[in-house]
């Protein structure tokens, strides 16, 4: 990039999915993005368009005196994994499963970019920085259950442990089977009991190697 984006660029690059990195713009927009290095076109169907490294450091470099408005996850448009136990979830019809398939494949080649082998079977730099949401996005996008308010289905959260995530799922065999979707998808896992409630749960770290 041999100059800073212009002020149009600069609100789509802004405006990008916070998960994903996915943009919508102009094609003209889209284009000069991927002109400068800052964006990608997927060579899959639909062909969107995802942010670069690149890309992704001049989103994450806001100023201090200028910070971004908090964008709240059901604002049109803006993707958001599901974590389990919302209190209000999106839908879970077939526009649900192409977004999160959508941003499934947009983190896969996220991988790739950004692994000096180009390798796709271990975490990234942004999913280290993200556990809750790219532990979320694997099992969501594998077609696991998150949990409502109430009741069964997973539910990932944030731990002490810097680099692990806890996954809750009251039934034995989901549990395990989220287990395997995790590690699939490059993570580490271990079951472990809650001294308090007794009950299994997962704690899950993304694999370095």
Partial sequence: MTRPPTAAQRRVID?????????????????ALVRHGLAFRHPRPPHDHFLTPAGHRIREAVPQEAPRPARQPDDPGVFAARVGGEEDPPGSGPTRTREVHSAWQGLLELRRMTDPDGAVDRPCGWER???????????????????????????????????????????????????????????????HTDTRTRTRYLLASPRRV
């Fill in 15 to 31: 405006a990008a999915e916070p998960v994903t990195g996915r943009l919508r713009g102009t094609e003209a927009q889209l284009a």
């Fill in 129 to 191: 920085k993200h556990l809750v949401r790219a532990a979320a996005l694997a099992l969501e996008a594998a077609g696991h259950t998150p949990a409502g308010p109430e009741g069964p289905g997973y539910r990932v959260r944030a731990t002490p442990q810097p680099d692990s995530v806890a996954v809750h799922e009251p039934d034995p065999q989901a549990l395990r089977a989220c287990a395997a979707t995790l590690e699939r998808a490059g993570w580490q896992t271990g079951e």
